[in-house]
Nanobody
């Protein structure tokens, strides 16, 4: 089970950090990621942190602006979002991957946290 927090209203160009806390003792063995869904659009994977030791992966739309990180000791996943744009407005979900590598296959999500970027 995962729970997101940190979403807010922010002006374009600003920054936010999202936090995802997970329950259970297997967090370090999980591929974790962040997905988002804007109204009328399909869910998009924006960042992934694989369990297999490889580097995190990002969508082209956020690469260079967002940074995913994890603290396995605290069962916590983060998404640092810088230089936010209005098109980043969406509900952001913490997701648990189905594989030890990054993919678009997610087994479960939290309830989400809303990020709204104003111009």
């Amino acid at each position: 089970q995962v729970k997101e927090s940190g979403g807010s209203l922010v002006q374009a160009g600003g920054s936010l950090r999202l936090t995802c806390t997970a329950s259970g003792s297997t967090f370090r063995d999980l591929t974790m990621g962040w997905t988002r869904q804007a109204p009328g659009k399909e869910r998009e994977t924006v960042a992934c942190f694989p369990r297999n030791g490889f580097d995190p992966a990002y969508s082209d739309s956020v690469n260079g602006r967002f940074t995913i990180s994890r603290d396995n000791a605290r069962n916590t996943l983060y998404l640092q979002m810088n230089d936010l744009k209005t098109e980043d407005t969406a509900m952001y979900f913490c997701a648990v991957g189905q594989y030890p590598f990054c993919s678009d296959s997610w087994g479960s999500w939290g309830q989400g946290t809303q990020v709204t970027v104003s111009s």
